[in-house]
């Protein structure tokens, strides 16, 4: 015989699933507002703008990629390079701190930790000083470096717990046949922490492709300026308005949206990995 739900449990999956409507609600609304006015001249947008309107504006995305298509593939190439980088120095650190005991293990990795205890605005002019002086001013080097730096000291922490999380005779077994560090890494350590990588991969990329504030302060003009810097400067006619602006940040949320689409399953798994020691 079923079981029957109490009027209190009903009640209360009733309320727990209108509070996750209600914040739902007011996390896309306000995308689905910048959506809508993508297609709106400036006075639809102010007249009518909770609906859309017809006709549809199409030719505001055109204006607005034609200003942000080298912005786009400047952020594109600095994303990319910033992930790659941070996967890499901080899987390679994270496997030393979660395999290995050497002199100042716990002293070093402890600075790690100390550096996500920093402030960015803190460490902005000493960035920007070294990288004027090391000539990389208004470069993707100097775009590139210091992002993945700060990045690194997150993902360290995180991939050291889900490295810890992989049974030690995995890596005993490797070894008695004859694997040396670099592989045990690459077919052990790795192809069990996808989920982690992924995690790494959109938490970094989500970081790089919205950073703002050093884009701003480590170039000028139009060289290598990221979409982030770029948005800002973008412009229609009296007409069009804001709906040119709208279109422009649509465009520019799709790779990041594409990026969470394809790794959401991941990023999920590798929330919760390495949480509990196997």
């Known amino acids: 015989m079923a079981m029957q739900r109490s009027p209190s449990s009903s009640a209360l999956a009733v309320l727990k699933w209108l509070s ?4 739902l609600f007011l996390t896309l609304y306000p995308l689905a ?13 102010i007249k009518h703008p909770w609906f859309f309107t017809l006709p549809l504006r199409f030719g505001n995305y055109g204006k607005a990629f034609a200003q942000i298509i080298q912005p786009i593939f400047n952020s594109v190439v600095v ?10 120095v901080s899987s390679l650190a994270a496997f030393a701190f979660a395999r290995y005991e050497f002199p100042g293990k716990n002293l070093l990795y402890l600075g790690i930790l100390a550096m996500l205890m920093i402030p960015g ?3 902005l002019i000493p960035q920007f000083i ?5 000539g990389m001013f208004n470069t993707f080097a100097g775009l590139i470096f210091p ?9 360290t922490n995180l991939m050291r717990a889900s ?6 005779s995995l890596y005993e077994a490797a070894e008695i046949e004859g694997a040396g560090d670099l592989k045990v890494f690459l077919t052990i350590a790795v192809p069990l922490s996808k989920a982690i990588f992924a995690t790494v991969a959109i938490i970094t990329g989500l970081s790089a492709w919205n950073n703002f504030i050093w884009p701003l302060v480590s170039t000028s003009g139009e060289k290598v300026r990221q979409i982030a810097v770029a948005l800002t400067l973008l412009k229609g006619n009296i007409q069009e308005g804001n709906g040119v602006v709208y279109a422009g940040y649509s465009i520019a949320a799709i790779p990041m949206i594409t990026l969470f689409m394809f790794s959401s399953k991941y990023f999920i798994a590798g929330l919760t990995q390495g949480a509990v020691k196997s």
């Open 147 to 155: 992002p993945a730096a700060f990045s690194a000291a997150i993902a």
């Open 163 to 168: 490295f810890h999380s992989i049974p030690a």
């Open 130 to 134: 070294t990288i004027t002086r090391m």
């Open 79 to 88: 994303t990319v390079c910033v992930i790659a980088l941070t996967l890499v």
């Open 33 to 45: 507002l910048m959506f809508m006015g993508s297609f709106k001249n400036q006075i639809e947008i």
């Open 121 to 123: 605005f803190v460490l």
């Open 20 to 23: 996750i409507s209600f914040f």
